[in-house]
């Protein structure tokens, strides 16, 4: 029995340089979280180990950049894999000698000596390469401090590097954080021409290219019947896609495991090739289930490749963070199922750690929380607190209320930073998760950016009542964010019910409204509306009734621009020009039951100084001022 091919729903399509998108429904959206799923699952050991791995390297990037040098008294070096020490070591001597004679400053000398003293450390080159990065550099107070780091990559860098400068060279550093999934494409035009690309992180290659004739273009000079040459044309065309899938067993399966060496497969072709190139029964079985996306295109070649490319995008982001998103769906299903066995906030998470009452402890990347060691000056008792930027500014934690003593800081260091260095002692149970996601945006608003899976629950006396009123991290949610009533905390309703100024954001099918809220009084600072846009498409005559498919690609297309257009005006009423920061101090975004998916975009697209201050996506039935109206009373409640 044939396998069933796989057909896309199309639920939305638009042009875009000769290309008609076609996007997955929900269904098919399930099966690319399902099968990204069953890849990550025999992997989840690996990929928990590289998490800490990652952040360390992020981390890294962020202090070198940070680092300013006194003249070129910094250098950085990157050895690659299977390079020799020897080398390298002749090469430092000899810039040793020639800065000597040149009487450099005595900095950069000793950043030299210093990179020469850790090489010595090296027999030889790790298996992974070697990242050495040595100087001088300013504090913030100006004091001149030296920076030595060395360490093995937890994968192969592939790249060469000395520089001496007055900065830390990181751009290298980033290949490290690129994902090592690999994406295959397959491109054919409507002139006969296949091509085989893949791509791994940044870096698209074009495996192969071969062309065909096109029976279906000429006739033989002999002259053929319309019926035979038909006939011929089909033959030809069938063995064109079976040539297509043979070659594509060949680039996308590994010969050794007999396995998909592609975490995903997007096809690309002409639209009279639609059929044939995105039915299963062509492909390898072992391919058929790795297909992501299926794009139409009129192009052909590297300029196809080229666009496929930026439009999986969306799709490999979601592949990439599959494991994120499991993890805090994992955590959803728990705090659904039993809410006894899960914490959140910081002081509670932190208090069943040090209990080793943690099976998994989740933590936003860059949590904004610092760890502040305290001692008393009256009772010497020292105390630890964790603290926000705006808790930092309150004396009052600075003071012990029960013994009115001053608390003196003997140490403050961030969070994560702590929580990276002693997680081993807890078990290994530290998970981070990145805050540029859907779902990790949302973990920060709601749980705090820290919350933990328990091990059993903890007995103290009371039952703890969570109320979630929707899956904030299923399956489905991972790959939508939700909208309805996601922010609903007591700070963000003090906030509300002060003088503090919010923004508002009412968005409908054609357009979208600004306004603000202080207080009692409220303002509209503009309202748009998109201009009707003409149904201008081949074969359509001019006054002809549209029909419902027609009719919903325009409505997209005005959807599509009145987003772009919102997010594009917001920054001009909310951001303050003079100081480059938020004028307002939150921000909520409305729209109809039907905006859920699209008001989702706002949180990749608005700008990152607004996206912070977003404090709840709610729904409302109408638009403009009666919309704003509406959405001011919602978020009062």
Known sequence: MPLRPIQPIQTETENLGGFKIITCGERERQKIFNSSCDIFDAHENHWNNWNIEIWKIKKLIKDLDAAQGNGTSIISLIIPPGDQISRVTKMLQDEYETATKSQSPANLLGAITSTQQRLELYGEVPPNGLVLNAGTVLTEDGIEKNVNIDFEPFKPINASLYLRDSKFHTKALFELLSSDHKFGFIIMDGNGTTLFGTLSGNSPKVLHKFSVDDPSRKRDREGQSALPFAGLGLEKCNNYFRKTAELATQFFIDPSTGQPEVTGLFLVGAAGFKVGLSDIRMFDPRLGPKILDIYHTRSGEEYAFDVAIRLSLETINIVNTIPERKLLGKYSEEIRQDPRRCVFEVDKTLEALEMGAIEILIVLDFLAIDRYTLKNTS?????????????????????????????????????????????????????????????????????????????????????????????????????????????????????????????????????????????????????????????????????????????????????????????????????????????????????????????????????SRLRSKILNVVDVPDGGERGFNQAIGISAC
């Open 379 to 607: 009772t010497s008792e020292v105390l630890v607190k964790y603290l926000n930027q705006y808790e930092e500014r309150d004396k009052d934690n600075l003071c012990d209320s029960a013994t009115s003593g001053g608390l003196v800081v003997q140490e403050k260091m961030s969070l994560v930073d702590w929580l990276a260095n002693e997680h081993e002692r807890f078990g290994r149970v530290l998970r981070f998760v990145i805050d540029t996601i859907g779902p990790g945006f949302l973990f920060g608003k709601q749980f705090g950016g820290i919350a933990g899976i328990l091990r059993y629950q903890l007995e103290d006396g009371k039952e703890k009542k969570v109320t979630i009123d929707f899956e904030p991290f299923g399956p489905m949610n991972a790959l939508l964010y939700p909208v309805h009533s996601m922010f609903n905390t007591e700070a963000m309703k003090e906030l509300l019910q002060s003088d503090h100024m919010i923004g508002f954001i009412v968005m409908e099918v054609d357009g979208a409204l600004f306004g603000t809220r202080c207080g009692s009084s409220r303002e509209v600072l503009y309202k748009f509306t998109e201009e009707e846009i003409k149904y201008r498409r081949k074969g359509h005559k001019r006054g002809e009734p549209l029909s419902p498919h027609q009719y919903a690609w325009l409505q997209l297309r005005k959807r599509d621009r009145a987003i772009g257009r919102t997010i594009d005006l917001a920054p001009q009423f909310f951001i303050d020009p003079a100081t480059g920061q938020p004028n307002v101090s939150g921000l909520i975004l409305a729209g109809a039951a039907g905006f859920k998916i699209f008001l989702s975009l706002f949180f990749g697209d608005l700008d």
